[in-house]
């Protein structure tokens, strides 16, 4: 293949569509020598067929607010590959919602999910429906509806979604109730459930555990620790909160966190006890991270920006996607960063990853990074089938050895002549190899 003739094409068959192609582009180019190797892919177009989603479900979600007005929103389902397994990937409820989102979302999921081990294909889904502002009420009258559509798409051997930005332990069991409802069966088709039906313990922790396991996998390859070490967090929601958890137990200062509307800075560190009640203010109150700054007044909060600005060892962007620009990335490096491990999915632009791998830190990216939230639910998965659960020790074991895993690989895929780990390089490598080869094996369908 030529990877700028597969994008361009691209480009011209699915226009619009920026953050899809940004996506496809890193993939493409970081695989093209290692594709290339097999001429047999060529022969059957392996490329686009891995490029382009299985099939895409959009769908009009119709739900009444509290005034009893009748409100509509757009639902979607991109089931993008499910050579490995049945698709498996969120759903995101956000104002910014749109195809080309979830498109380059299910993309990634199918090399992430491929990476872990667990037998997962890769799919993402959503809707431009904000939860912020919105009662539990109209919430739940919204999860119900956009419920009544995708269950005809999905099942527990078929697709099964999870949570992403704007869609946690509430939404996923609002959408499980109407599931079973619709249904009558009572499988295991969502992850993240609650506890108390199906859900896995550490499925919260995942994806922040998962990451800071893979930092510190990095750091060991540079004899280095977690230990005494500053962080910026971005964001302040599932991924953020369980970031900013196990950085502290492994003895990390915590520096800041953020939302939507800015960051706030605490040069005392984020402890225990501030965390708690960040996480009380976020998941229960549903405030904002301002409101910080009233209880702990040392603190500073800045309006309108993102926390890249600040010094510290290590960023770990646990926010959204293209959160840190060519121009943060810089900053960041200039103030001595060593290590930028991506909770969110790439969260880092084309231009910022430049930056740091030519400034030659360790630098992982998402689909690496943050596949231990997707992991968990794979062993959710897994205990649903057997009808048992596992302690927390079990799947905590379980997910380190899975970051480990990755880590290896990425190792094994992307180390460069001069000993340099191109994270990135080896996570495409390594997560396309395997996919590539269940394709293969099952022929042109
Ligand atoms: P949450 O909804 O729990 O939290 C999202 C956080 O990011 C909030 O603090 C939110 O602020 C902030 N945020 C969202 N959108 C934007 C934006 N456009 N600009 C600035 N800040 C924003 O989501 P998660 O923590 O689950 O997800 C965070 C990231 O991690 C996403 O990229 C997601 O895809 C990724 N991820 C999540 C996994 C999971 O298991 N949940 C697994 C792997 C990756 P506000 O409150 O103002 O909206
Ligand atoms: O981006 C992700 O990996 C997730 N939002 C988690 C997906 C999942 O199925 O647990």
């Given at each position: 293949m030529?990877?700028?003739?597969?994008?361009?094409?691209?480009?011209?068959?699915?226009?619009?569509?920026?953050?899809y192609?940004?996506?496809?582009?890193?993939v493409?180019?970081?695989?093209?020598?290692?594709y290339?190797k097999?001429?047999?892919?060529d022969r059957?177009?392996?490329?686009?067929?891995l490029?382009i989603?299985?099939?895409?479900?959009t769908?009009?979600?119709?739900?009444?607010d509290?005034?009893?007005?009748?409100?509509?929103?757009?639902?979607?389902?991109?089931?993008?590959n499910?050579?490995?397994?049945?698709?498996?990937?969120?759903?995101?409820?956000?104002?910014?919602?749109n195809?080309?989102?979830?498109?380059?979302?299910?993309?990634?999921q199918?090399?992430?999910?491929?990476?872990?081990?667990?037998?997962?294909?890769?799919?993402?889904?959503?809707?431009?429906?904000?939860?912020?502002?919105?009662?539990?009420?109209?919430?739940?009258r919204?999860?119900?509806?956009?419920?009544?559509?995708?269950?005809?798409?999905i099942?527990?051997?078929?697709?099964v979604?999870?949570?992403?930005?704007?869609?946690?332990?509430?939404?996923?069991?609002?959408m499980?109730g109407?599931?079973?409802?619709?249904?009558?069966?009572?499988?295991?088709?969502l992850?993240?459930?609650g506890?108390?039906?199906?859900?896995?313990?550490?499925r919260?922790?995942?994806?922040?555990?998962?990451?800071?396991?893979?930092?510190?996998?990095?750091?060991?390859?540079?004899?280095?620790?977690?230990?005494?070490?500053?962080?910026?967090?971005?964001?302040?929601?599932?991924?953020a909160?369980?970031?900013a958890?196990?950085?502290?137990?492994?003895?990390?200062?915590?520096?800041?966190?953020?939302?939507?509307?800015?960051?706030?800075?605490?040069?005392?560190g984020?402890?225990?006890?501030?965390?708690?009640?960040?996480?009380?203010?976020?998941?229960?109150?549903?405030g904002?991270?301002?409101?910080?700054?009233?209880?702990?007044?040392?603190?500073?909060?800045?309006?309108?920006?993102?926390?890249?600005?600040e010094?510290a060892?290590?960023a770990?962007?646990?926010?959204t996607?293209?959160?840190?620009?060519?121009?943060?990335?810089q900053?960041?490096?200039?103030?001595?960063?060593?290590a930028?491990?991506?909770?969110?999915?790439?969260p880092?632009?084309?231009?910022a990853?430049?930056?740091?791998?030519?400034?030659?830190?360790?630098?992982?990216?998402?689909?690496?990074?943050?596949?231990?939230?997707?992991?968990?639910?794979?062993?959710?998965?897994?205990?649903?089938?057997?009808?048992?659960?596992?302690?927390?020790?079990?799947?905590?074991?379980?997910?380190?050895?899975?970051?480990?895993?990755?880590?290896?690989?990425?190792?094994r895929?992307?180390?460069?002549?001069?000993?340099?780990?191109n994270y990135?390089?080896?996570?495409?490598?390594?997560g396309f190899?395997?996919?590539?080869?269940?394709?293969?094996?099952?022929g042109?369908?």
């Amino acid at each position: 293949m030529n990877a700028q003739k597969v994008l361009e094409d691209l480009k011209r068959r699915f226009p619009n569509e920026p953050e899809y192609h940004q996506a496809v582009e890193e993939v493409l180019f970081t695989i093209e020598e290692e594709y290339n190797k097999h001429p047999e892919f060529d022969r059957v177009n392996l490329i686009e067929r891995l490029c382009i989603p299985d099939r895409i479900y959009t769908f009009r979600v119709t739900w009444m607010d509290d005034n009893g007005k009748i409100q509509t929103n757009t639902g979607y389902r991109v089931q993008h590959n499910n050579v490995i397994g049945p698709y498996k990937g969120g759903i995101r409820f956000h104002s910014s919602v749109n195809l080309g989102i979830l498109k380059f979302l299910a993309f990634e999921q199918t090399f992430k999910n491929s990476l872990t081990t667990l037998p997962m294909g890769g799919a993402k889904g959503g809707s431009d429906f904000s939860p912020r502002g919105k009662s539990s009420a109209e919430v739940m009258r919204f999860c119900q509806s956009f419920m009544l559509e995708l269950a005809r798409n999905i099942g527990p051997d078929t697709d099964v979604p999870a949570g992403d930005i704007g869609v946690g332990g509430r939404e996923v069991g609002y959408m499980f109730g109407m599931y079973k409802k619709l249904t009558r069966e009572f499988s295991g088709v969502l992850t993240g459930k609650g506890i108390e039906f199906g859900g896995s313990l550490i499925r919260p922790e995942a994806t922040g555990y998962g990451n800071v396991y893979f930092l510190q996998e990095m750091l060991k390859t540079k004899g280095d620790s977690v230990e005494g070490k500053t962080v910026l967090i971005s964001g302040s929601g599932n991924v953020a909160q369980y970031t900013a958890e196990k950085v502290l137990q492994l003895g990390g200062k915590v520096l800041t966190m953020s939302d939507s509307d800015g960051y706030i800075y605490d040069p005392d560190g984020i402890d225990r006890a501030k965390l708690d009640y960040i996480m009380e203010l976020k998941n229960i109150y549903r405030g904002r991270i301002r409101e910080y700054v009233d209880v702990y007044p040392t603190a500073k909060y800045v309006a309108g920006q993102k926390p890249w600005g600040e010094k510290a060892d290590i960023a770990l962007p646990s926010a959204t996607q293209n959160e840190i620009s060519e121009e943060a990335a810089q900053t960041l490096v200039q103030n001595g960063v060593i290590a930028v491990s991506e909770g969110a999915n790439m969260p880092s632009t084309p231009g910022a990853i430049r930056v740091f791998q030519q400034a030659k830190i360790l630098y992982a990216p998402g689909k690496a990074a943050n596949a231990g939230g997707v992991s968990v639910s794979g062993l959710e998965m897994s205990q649903n089938s057997e009808r048992l659960s596992w302690t927390a020790e079990e799947v905590d074991n379980r997910l380190h050895a899975i970051m480990e895993n990755i880590h290896a690989n990425c190792v094994r895929y992307g180390t460069e002549s001069d000993g340099y780990v191109n994270y990135v390089k080896g996570a495409n490598v390594a997560g396309f190899m395997k996919v590539a080869k269940a394709m293969m094996a099952q022929g042109v369908v």
